[in-house]
């Protein structure tokens, strides 16, 4: 059985008019990578408010179908198992601080309080998560006096530290600077081979293309196609849900370069391969 | 057109080490990006622009008059910050309400801040929703809010300060027409971007800062072409740029239409 199954979801905000999301329907197994696209609006934020039980728990309105994750309804679950089976990482992550702490290092532990979890187990966690996102020399700063791209990662490793199996992830790099959001892809992949589940919404494509196993692609709350990146970025029909492929899918599309395979390649190496031979060889470094 | 004169620029917080350390520029009618690292002194030079804060020492001309002269009101009139976090900016509850508040407060009258508010948000996409909480509004959608607040105060030079944030492709293509669009006005536009296919897409100039100093300044072009100066700052070239290293080329191109038109010349017209 898949670890998250999602059957039939449909659910409508209070007072708005069309579904935010409509008949929604997939699986996710344990450890896979699963990016969330789509246009704004296409319901990304909801699905990922939809696996928490956030919608309808918390925001009420019409809610249809079922989400369940290891067997639970998450509906059905109380806040305090569903935490510890799944973090989510706020879209910004300003909403996500607590305001009441004084430093990162126990804004990071604030989580593992509320487990109860003895201080030097909190500690060790702690410290681990901090390393794993470069974020050590932060530790005794006041929250709020990070950056965003800095806050973003303090976020982060507030969800780790409580070693959620599913970590669920709105935008969480739209801040940081192009090796900062390269080094939280890289930490993500660390924590999806130690077998976590990863489903992260994101708008830096080429980043889902070259990190995520699976791509959801969504639009006016509707699951369009779930697929490879390969296969969902070789669509003809993306510039109608409003998304555009990798730079490196468009260029080969438009040379008409496939791989064996006949889909277009998402990444640079895989790129480079094709257009490099009969090119003018590459300098590998 | 207006330009803005930054010289020797020194500035730290309280006590705390130097975050600008003698910036020395000039900012004019193309459209400049700011890049640089997460901590690289960015938010705090536009924040010095807007008057927001005080140069430990150096000046900023705006038209040749130091804007130490003027308080934060005065300069108001004539440069428009738009935050990074809209949450930081929006305060009224309804959408039209916001975005008019600026203009009544720098003293356009009432039919004149109205009628500005309303073009402005048909610039953002968001004609129709005048009457919505801006807090009812996605982060992406209440980001072009506050980014109408600051158009609609028509001030010379505008800022903004990671505009794309949360803006999938239709809201990133909307925001380079509003940078040409400000630019061919003759305003002073400056944007701090983390999206370097965008910055390269949509930007004249580019100044990339690393630790309080400006590393490189110049067209998008020569500041993509410097590989290794951008990996010590940790910056990354365009997706397009990094396609033409990988392949071991000395042309660089800055988009998917230009590499594609240079491969067909290279490889025949079956290509």
């Known amino acids: 059985m898949a670890q998250i199954e999602v059957r039939n979801l449909k659910y409508r905000y209070p007072d708005a008019k069309r579904l935010a999301l409509d008949d929604v329907s997939c699986q996710i197994e344990r450890g896979e990578f699963v990016g969330v696209i789509g246009r704004n609006g296409a319901g990304k934020s909801t699905f990922t408010q939809a696996l928490l039980g956030l919608v309808p728990n918390f925001y009420h309105g019409a809610y249809g179908g079922s989400v369940t994750i290891d067997g639970q309804n998450v509906r059905e679950s109380s806040v305090d198992e569903l935490c510890r089976k799944v973090g989510l990482v706020f879209q910004n992550p300003f909403n996500q601080v607590t305001g009441s702490k004084l430093t990162v290092y126990e804004e990071i532990a604030f989580g593992l309080e509320n487990f109860g979890v003895p201080p030097k187990e909190m500690r060790r966690r702690i410290d681990a998560a901090m390393e794993l996102l470069d974020i050590a020399q932060y530790k005794d700063r006041a929250p709020f006096d990070l950056s965003g791209g800095q806050m973003q990662r303090m976020a982060l490793a507030g969800i780790i530290v409580m070693e959620p199996e599913v970590i669920v992830m709105d935008e969480p790099t739209s801040q940081l600077d192009p090796q900062g959001s390269e080094d939280v892809f890289r930490a993500v992949d660390v924590l999806r081979a130690q077998g976590k589940t990863i489903v992260m919404v994101e708008h830096k494509i080429e980043k889902i293309a070259a990190y995520s196993d699976r791509v959801m692609l969504l639009d006016e709350g509707r699951l369009v196609a779930m697929d490879t990146p390969r296969a969902i970025f070789s669509r003809d029909d993306l510039a109608e849900h409003g998304v555009v492929a990798p730079t490196y899918t468009q260029i080969c599309r438009q040379l008409g370069v496939r791989s064996a395979d006949g889909l277009y390649p998402v990444t640079l190496e895989e790129t480079r391969s094709l257009l490099g031979a009969g090119g003018r060889g590459g300098e590998v470094r | ?271």
């Open chain 2, 1 to 271: 057109m207006s330009k803005i004169d930054v010289r020797d620029l020194h500035f730290s917080y309280a006590k705390g080490p130097e975050v600008l350390k003698g910036l020395d520029f000039s900012l004019d009618g193309r459209s400049c990006a700011l890049v640089g690292q997460n901590g690289a002194g960015k938010t705090t030079f536009v924040k010095l622009l807007k008057g927001l804060l005080r140069p430990s020492s150096g000046s900023i001309l705006l038209d040749g008059r130091d804007i130490a002269g003027s308080s934060v009101p005065e300069l108001a009139r004539h440069v428009g910050l738009v935050f990074q976090n809209p949450n930081d900016q929006i305060f009224k509850n309804n959408v039209l309400d916001e975005v008019m508040f600026g203009p009544l407060q720098i003293g356009m009258g009432e039919g004149e801040a109205r009628a500005s508010a309303l073009a402005a948000l048909e610039l953002v996409g968001l004609s129709g929703h005048e009457a919505v909480n801006p807090y009812d509004l996605g982060l992406s959608d209440r980001k072009m809010v506050s980014i109408a607040a600051i158009l609609a105060m028509d001030t010379d030079v505008v800022i903004f300060d990671e505009p794309t944030i949360a803006q999938d492709h239709d809201g990133k293509e909307r925001l380079a027409r509003i940078v040409r669009d400000l630019s061919c006005q003759g305003k002073v536009v400056i944007s701090i971007l983390h999206d370097m296919d965008f910055v390269a897409q949509t930007f004249e100039r580019v100044i990339a800062m690393a630790h309080g100093e400006v590393l490189l300044d110049a067209d998008p072009r020569s500041v993509f072409s410097q590989r290794d100066v951008l990996e010590r700052a940790r910056l990354e070239q365009p997706t397009t740029a990094q396609l033409c290293h990988a392949l071991g080329y000395e042309e660089l191109f800055l988009s998917p239409q230009e590499f594609v038109d240079f491969y067909r010349s290279q490889h025949g017209s079956h290509a």
